[in-house]
C-alpha cells in the first residue's frame, strides 16, 4: 500500500480505502451473476459437465481448503499458526469440473484442520443437513437397473466420510478396485485444486503474507474469487461462439476452419480419457 501510494502520489489511508471499498463494490455486484447461491439447477449442470469432461457421474463439485497467508494478529497467540509453520487464514470453497468456485467460506483459524472447518463454516452445515437443494438421486449411466444413487462432493483425506461427501480409500487399503476408485476420485478433485491454482497465479497477493486486518482480508480473498469467476468466464473455456466470430473478424470461412480445430480437439481429448478410464 506505502508503495502504491508513492506511485500515485496519494496517501497511504486513502489507497486502502480505496482498495477495501472496491472489493465490496466487486463482490456485491459481481456475486450475483458469477457466483450465486446454488440452486437445483445449477447442481445438475455441475453434474453433467463433470461426466463430461472427467467421466465422474452424479459429482456436484469438489471442495477442499485453501491456507491464505497472512501477518500474524495481534495477541492471537497460536490461534492462527498452522503445521506448515506460518500464519492463514483458511478458504474453504467448493469449485465445479471447469475450475469455477461455486461456494467459497473465508476467515477460519489457520490452525483447524479442514475436516473442522468444514464442520464449523455454513457450507458444511448445510450439508449435514441436507440443506444444499441437491437433485434427486439419479441411475448411474450403464447402471439403469439399479437403484438411483445420489449426487456427491469429492474431498480428499482430511475430510470426513459423509452422505454426499466421498472421500478416497486409506492407502494402505490397497486393492485393485480400491485404486481405481481413487484414481477417479482424484480426476474430480483435482478441479478445486486447479482453481486455487490459477488465482494464485492470477493475483499475486495471494504469493506473500497479506498485512491487514482479518475482516479486511476476507473481503479482499471474497473479490479475488468472484474476480476469478469473472475472468473463467469471459477469458476461458466459456468464451462464445458469438465471441469468438467478433475476435476474428467477420470471415465466415475462417470462422468455420476454427469451430472445425475446436470439434476435432474436443473428439481427441474424448477419445484420450475414454482410454484412460478403460
Known amino acids: 500500500m506505502k508503495a502504491i501510494s508513492y506511485y500515485f502520489l496519494r496517501g497511504e489511508t486513502t489507497v486502502r480505502n480505496i482498495v477495501e471499498t472496491t472489493s465490496e463494490s466487486l463482490w456485491n455486484v459481481l456475486q450475483p451473476l458469477y457466483m450465486p447461491v446454488p440452486t437445483k439447477e445449477i447442481w445438475t449442470n455441475v453434474a453433467e459437465r463433470y461426466q463430461e469432461l472427467w467421466n465422474l457421474p452424479n459429482c456436484v463439485g469438489s471442495i477442499d481448503g485453501k491456507h491464505i497467508r497472512i501477518k500474524a494478529p495481534a495477541n492471537s497467540g497460536s490461534a492462527y499458526y498452522n503445521y506448515k509453520g506460518f500464519f492463514p487464514i483458511v478458504l474453504m470453497a467448493t469449485a465445479d469440473a471447469d475450475g469455477k468456485f461455486i461456494t467459497i467460506d473465508v476467515g477460519e483459524y489457520g490452525r483447524n484442520s479442514d475436516g473442522h472447518v468444514l464442520k464449523e463454516c455454513a457450507f458444511g452445515q448445510q450439508l449435514l443437513q441436507n440443506k444444499l437443494d441437491l437433485p434427486e438421486p ?116 475462417t470462422h468455420s476452419q476454427e469451430i472445425r480445430y475446436r470439434q476435432t480437439d474436443e473428439e481427441g481429448f474424448k477419445s484420450l480419457t475414454g482410454s484412460m478410464v478403460k
Open 138 to 253: 439419479s441411475t448411474l449411466p450403464g447402471e439403469e437397473n439399479e437403484s438411483p444413487y445420489i449426487y456427491y462432493f469429492v474431498g480428499d483425506e482430511a475430510f470426513p466420510l459423509m452422505n454426499n461427501l466421498l472421500r478416497p480409500y486409506p492407502r494402505g487399503q490397497s486393492t485393485n478396485a480400491k485404486r481405481i476408485f481413487n484414481y477417479r476420485l482424484s480426476r474430480g478433485r483435482k478441479s478445486i485444486e486447479c482453481a486455487f491454482g490459477m488465482m494464485t497465479s492470477k493475483f499475486r497477493i495471494l504469493e506473500s503474507p497479506i498485512c491487514r486486518k482479518i475482516e479486511k482480508v476476507d473481503v479482499l480473498v471474497k473479490a479475488l474469487c468472484v474476480l476469478h469467476n469473472f475472468i473463467r468466464t469471459h477469458d476461458g473455456i466459456f468464451s462464445s461462439s458469438t465471441d469468438l466470430q467478433e475476435s476474428i473478424g467477420n470471415s465466415s470461412e
